[in-house]
């Protein structure tokens, strides 16, 4: 992920399906798959306003359709933590319009399921960082 902001390229679909092992070892390389939704700005400080994605992986921003970068693909990032650690998206209902209300309204809850309880408070603040709201606040890829 890193290696694309380097080169302007937002994502746009990171998701579990897009991640891709070259193997089942602790020493697997991962690659990111699927750049069929990727655009290259042409300087850092553009943005885009294309509302593209995968329900459930979508930002606050693209799904409004605001003009966004760079922090759509760290929101992603947070979506694909979570589902790693409790087999959902963050903001998850299978209703769009109720989905999309959560992911605007809702506070990120993970003290509420099993799962997410059992979690570290290092980890809960990684979630609450990648998944804030507002993309200003999240960090660019080259910190975490």
């Known amino acids: 992920m890193e290696s694309l902001h380097e080169r302007l390229i937002v994502h746009r679909d990171i998701k579990i399906e897009n991640v891709l092992m070259s193997d089942f070892s602790h020493n697997s390389t991962l690659r990111i798959a699927d750049l069929g939704s990727a655009i290259k ?12 994605g995968t329900p459930g992986y979508m930002a606050p921003e693209v799904i409004r359709g605001d003009h966004y970068s760079f922090p759509c693909d760290i929101w992603s990032i947070g979506c694909l933590l979570h589902v790693l650690l409790c087999a959902k998206p963050p903001f998850w209902h299978v209703d769009r319009a109720e989905r999309d209300r959560r992911v605007f309204k809702e506070e990120l809850d993970l003290n509420s399921n099993q799962y997410t309880a059992r979690l570290s408070p290092e980890c809960k603040d990684l979630l609450h960082l990648l998944l804030n709201k ?10 975490l």
């Open 41 to 52: 700005l042409s300087r850092p400080e553009c943005t885009t306003n294309l509302r593209i």
């Open 134 to 143: 507002d993309p200003v606040k999240r960090p660019p890829i080259n910190v």
